[in-house]
């Protein structure tokens, strides 16, 4: 859906602009020749009948800096996308709507997502919007866990990374795995699928952000459904990134697909603008999708 509208804001705006241009450098100067040779005593309201623009072109004078304005916003510095699962909880919840940071991976012509400046790379710790690899007209939010070069592996819970041998990188920090450290903040706060999820503050090698999991998962996998590999070691490759959701044992993520090409990353995710609650039983007269409030202590700055 949002591929789509950034495609039809680029037609509108080429349109508008286009239908601007032509009527300004082309028949309005004919206009004004038309003008400045009537005779003296024509009334001034009759020149400007001749000089009028049709209604066409006076629309698209008005649509074309506001399309354009809010093109150049949505495809260069912010775009705003909604929350619409739980993957990232506790750090982004079901009705969310954040902004995504467009130009802090590059700058890229609309529609087509070809990169024309470069500006930095997604780093440990983001949270990111990408295309979703297997459906790129998805769009998904995750974290990034491993960088390229990056070995991640994934077992019992215990997220560990070893880092390649690069300039800029302590000699102690590469060739050798190293443990993510995680600290129990609280046990049941959260609730999903009828299982209390315990909450932990994870130390992503030196970024900082919260999680959840489920500690029954281990014991009891069939619990939940999801399929495919949960666990495992993973090598990251060049211009890749592997991902994961911050509710560990509730996220679709890299684990079960893969890595995230760079050149499907949207932006990252900076900014909480709005919350919406929903809380609305099936059997009341008002629709579930209809917000029953405002999480009005969630606006603000993401934390990592």
């Not at 037609?11 to 602009?17: C, E, I, K, Q, R």
């Not at 079901?94 to 529609?111: C, H, M, N, T, W």
């Not at 990374?161 to 046990?187: A, M, N, Y």
Request: glycine share 8%.
């Amino acid at each position: 859906m949002a591929t789509y509208f950034e495609l039809i804001l680029v037609l509108a705006t080429s349109f508008t602009g286009l239908v601007w241009a032509i009527d300004h450098f082309m028949f309005l100067p004919k206009r004004k020749a038309v003008v400045a040779g009537l005779p003296d005593g024509i009334e001034e309201e009759a020149k400007q009948a001749v000089l009028q623009e049709s209604a066409l072109v006076e629309n698209c004078h008005g649509l074309f800096p506001v399309i354009g304005f809010v093109l150049i916003l949505r495809s260069f510095i912010y775009e705003p996308f909604q929350i619409p699962s739980g993957s990232m909880m506790p750090t982004l919840l079901i009705g969310d709507f954040i902004l995504v940071e467009k130009f802090a991976y590059g700058i890229k012509l609309p529609v087509l997502r070809t990169k024309v400046l470069e500006t930095g790379k997604p780093k440990r710790g983001d949270a990111v919007v990408f295309k979703y690899p297997p459906k790129p007209d998805v769009d998904y939010i995750k974290r990034v866990v491993g960088e390229p070069g990056d070995t991640v592996r994934y077992i019992n819970k215990q997220l560990s990374i070893k880092s390649p041998c690069v300039d800029g990188l302590d000699i102690k920090d590469c060739g050798t795995f190293r443990k993510v450290e995680i600290d129990i903040l609280s046990q049941g706060d959260f609730i999903q699928e009828g299982y209390p999820l315990t909450g932990a503050s994870e130390n992503l090698l030196g970024v900082e952000h919260q999680i959840l999991f489920n500690p029954a998962f281990a014991v009891r996998p069939e619990y939940f459904n999801q399929t495919g590999i949960r666990q495992g070691e993973w090598l990251v490759p060049q211009g890749s990134y592997f991902v994961m959701g911050d509710n560990r044992d509730n996220s679709l993520d890299s684990r079960f697909w893969g890595f995230v090409p760079e050149a499907n990353m949207v932006g990252k995710a900076v900014f909480i603008w709005t919350s919406f609650l929903f809380e609305r039983a099936p059997e009341d007269i008002i629709p579930t999708w209809v917000p029953s409030g405002i999480r009005t202590e969630r606006l603000g700055k993401i934390g990592q």
